[in-house]
């Protein structure tokens, strides 16, 4: 039960932010969310496995630059939910830096969990999705209008119950 209570706290949590930045419509721009909230994006070509890193110290975000653009739009939320859900990284961040991406992944995995709710809500959140689907009922061009995956578009259609 605390679980999902957590759950619903990272989605309130992402709207929250969309509120903040005054987002209402698809897609959301995250680069413009991440230098809002005073990050530098620096994309370098990196090992497929790693998607983006955080690097609180210097305000940075890190993205491999070798993904596809909805993977990277993802990954930057990704790393957004670790820094607006507070998780600690002291540790993590300790060796770590843009040519010393990390070997794995040190994150819990809950904290994982909630990142991954975090960008999946602020790309895909239900009261957008809910008033975009009033009008396009077509799960690939929703994904093309939030630009976003087809599988994030499935995903949130599923999980918000709108697929019928």
Same mark, same amino acid.
């Given at each position: 039960m605390e679980e999902q209570a957590r759950i619903g706290f990272v989605?309130?949590?992402?709207?929250k932010v969309l509120k903040k930045y005054g987002v209402t419509l698809p897609a959301t721009p995250v680069e413009d969310i991440a230098k809002g909230e005073g990050f530098n994006l620096v994309y370098r070509?990196?090992?497929n496995r790693v998607g983006a890193l955080l690097l609180r110290?210097? =305000?940075t975000i890190g993205v491999n630059s070798?993904?596809?653009p909805h993977r990277q739009r993802f990954s930057i939320t990704h790393e957004l939910?670790?820094?607006?859900l507070n998780h600690r990284q002291d540790d993590y961040e300790k060796g770590i830096t843009l040519d010393n991406p990390p070997a794995g992944d040190?994150?819990? =995995?809950i904290q994982n969990t909630e990142a991954h709710e975090f960008a999946s809500e602020l790309l895909v959140s239900l009261p957008i999705i809910k008033e975009a689907y009033k009008t396009v009922k077509d799960a690939k061009a929703l994904a093309e209008m939030f630009?976003?995956?087809p599988e994030v578009m499935f995903i949130a259609?599923? =999980?918000h119950k709108l697929l019928k």
């Open positions: 989605r309130e949590m992402a709207r070509a990196w090992p110290t210097g =305000k070798s993904h596809h939910g670790h820094y607006f040190d994150f819990s =995995k630009n976003v995956s259609l599923e =999980k």
